[in-house]
């Protein structure tokens, strides 16, 4: 080392087996836990260590190098720890061109002031203030850190860059009230704090990282253990959902064997068509989404899961009560119903409408009257009344070998008589129409004019309208009119909001 005095060259010693075997320790403790963010942080704890390494060798290595280089390296440190902490918040790429035009831009201004003798005052002030800055940057990332993971660890890394903020900003001092720089080796009081304060954070930096990094991986490990325990809670629940949907999807096929050998219209066969009617798409519907969730339960997330478990059970739930309803309408008991707000009654009906005719090439409008007042309906069955009409709407468009400018509307407005009011919801299509045939029996059951229809739909529907004291109505529309087809559920409006 050629120092010129036994006690610094026992110094030097000292502060190197510091400078490079905590951080080495650290580094060998957290064998097996050391993601990308850890390298880059050990890399600058290296870099560090070569820093180190070049202050020692000062009396046997040029002043550019021991000084001019090891200086620079001490910023390439600073900017390798800012990287891992940011690395910690955020999956951006690494700014790599404005971290290496800092290196460079300091280490050719630090060189420069060397070679024109200003390393001392100049020079000292550069880096005092470039380091300064370069710490308070990375104890504000530390702090952001801490507060994103809830770390105890990152505590002590902020001590580590607030001694190094500390340690530069009265550098910088020292040279703006003396003219000249703290020298590490001077043995006074200042010089002295300033080289314990190294040793210090070195200690910090590197055992405050290992401490960050084992409470990263503590939480990530019980982050896995919730989402695993989710996720077979989630599987579980699926499978006895699904379990119940397949017996209920064979009863329904038993329920369709026994219709298409007796054909009758009493009440008990009008009750189950109804059920077929109306609930065999939805129950396809949910069976394909717990089939499709069993085959990627593996690979969704845990939020996907719940999601998808959720929709299919509030589906089933709607089932339900469409079967309750339906029980209760065919065999004359009190319909259950309760008042609510007519601004509400299309919410969940238009983004399916609107999804359907997109899917079929159909332009849809709606025109809706957004005045506020209370009906007494069942919302489940007023919504099956209406995307009924309105999947016949679709069907009579579709069924024209050319249709031009195919369009459906929905519509819905207050009419006011002196004897009550009435809200309107109409559907209008400009289809065929209806034929005159039809038009004499379309509210009677196992009437159609579908290829494939079981006559079931406006039937259904004009008994539950007639349960809200409401009425359906169906007509063709007249040439000016646009063609096609007209058909109008009226349900008298209620003042009770309770």
Same mark, same amino acid.
């Given at each position: ?9 026992? /110094? ?5 087996? #510091? ?15 050391? +993601? ?13 260590? %070569? ?17 001019? %280089? ?32 800092? %290196? ?9 002031? +060397? ?17 300064? &800055? ?11 850190? *801490? ?15 607030? /001694? ?10 020292? #040279? ?41 991986? *503590? &939480? ?14 989630? !599987? ?14 064979? !009863?329904?096929? *038993? ?19 109804? $059920? ?26 845990? !939020?996907?899961?719940?999601?998808? $478990? !959720? ?22 008991? *009190? ?29 849809? #409008? ?8 209370? %009906? ?102 007249? +040439? ?8 109008? #559920? ?9």
């Amino acid at each position: 080392m050629n120092a010129p005095h036994p006690a610094i060259t026992v /110094l030097f010693a000292f502060g190197l087996l #510091v400078m490079w075997l905590l951080p080495l320790t650290a580094w060998l403790l957290l064998q097996g836990q050391r +993601d990308r963010n850890a390298q880059i942080w050990f890399t600058g704890t290296g870099v560090y260590g %070569v820093t180190a390494t070049l202050f020692t060798l000062q009396y046997t290595l040029p002043t550019w190098l021991a000084f001019g %280089v090891g200086t620079t390296l001490v910023v390439v440190f600073y900017v390798l720890m800012h990287e891992a902490l940011r690395r910690e918040l955020s999956d951006e790429p690494t700014p790599w061109v404005p971290m290496v035009a800092l %290196v460079l831009g300091f280490g050719a201004s630090y060189v420069y002031l +060397d070679h024109l003798g200003q390393r001392l005052t100049s020079g000292f002030m550069l880096s005092a203030f470039t380091f300064a &800055a370069l710490a308070l940057l990375n104890l504000r990332q530390c702090l952001r850190v *801490q507060k994103h993971h809830r770390s105890r660890a990152c505590w002590i890394l902020a001590m580590a860059f607030g /001694l190094a903020l500390t340690i530069n900003v009265l550098r910088g001092y020292s #040279v703006l009230s003396t003219g000249e720089g703290v020298q590490l080796l001077a043995f006074t009081p200042l010089s002295n704090f300033l080289l314990i304060s190294n040793f210090l954070g070195v200690i910090f930096y590197s055992f405050g990282y290992w401490g960050f990094v084992l409470e990263k991986t *503590q &939480a990530e490990k019980v982050r896995q253990a919730l989402n695993a325990e989710q996720a077979t809670l989630g !599987q579980a629940a699926a499978e006895a959902t699904a379990e119940e949907l397949k017996a209920l999807i064979h !009863q329904r096929d *038993q329920m369709l064997m026994m219709n298409s050998r007796f054909s009758a219209v009493s009440s008990l066969a009008m009750f189950n068509t109804a $059920i077929i009617h109306e609930l065999s798409q939805p129950l396809q519907a949910i069976q394909l989404c717990l089939e499709g969730l069993q085959l990627k339960h593996a690979n969704a997330s845990v !939020q996907e899961r719940e999601t998808s $478990i !959720q929709n299919a059970l509030s589906l089933n739930g709607k089932l339900g009560h469409t079967i309750t309803a339906l029980r209760q309408l065919v065999t004359a008991q *009190q319909p259950v119903h309760q008042p609510l707000p007519v601004a509400s009654l299309l919410q969940d009906v238009l983004p399916i409408v609107r999804t359907q005719c997109e899917k079929h090439g159909v332009v849809f #409008v709606d025109t809706l009257d957004h005045t506020q007042g209370w %009906v007494r309906v069942d919302r489940v069955l007023l919504e099956r009344v209406l995307l009924n009409m309105v999947a016949n709407g679709l069907d009579a468009i579709r069924s024209q070998t050319s249709p031009l400018n195919p369009c459906l509307r929905l519509e819905s407005a207050l009419e006011t008589t002196p004897s009550q009011s009435l809200w309107k919801v109409t559907v209008r299509d400009n289809g065929p129409g209806f034929s005159q045939d039809m038009l004499s029996m379309i509210t009677q059951p196992l009437q159609t004019g579908k290829e494939n229809g079981i006559g079931l739909g406006l039937a259904l529907a004009h008994l539950v309208v007639r349960q809200w004291q409401g009425q359906l109505t169906v007509r063709n529309l007249l +040439d000016e009119e646009g063609g096609g087809a007209c058909v109008t #559920v009226s349900i008298p409006m209620t003042e009770v909001a309770s």
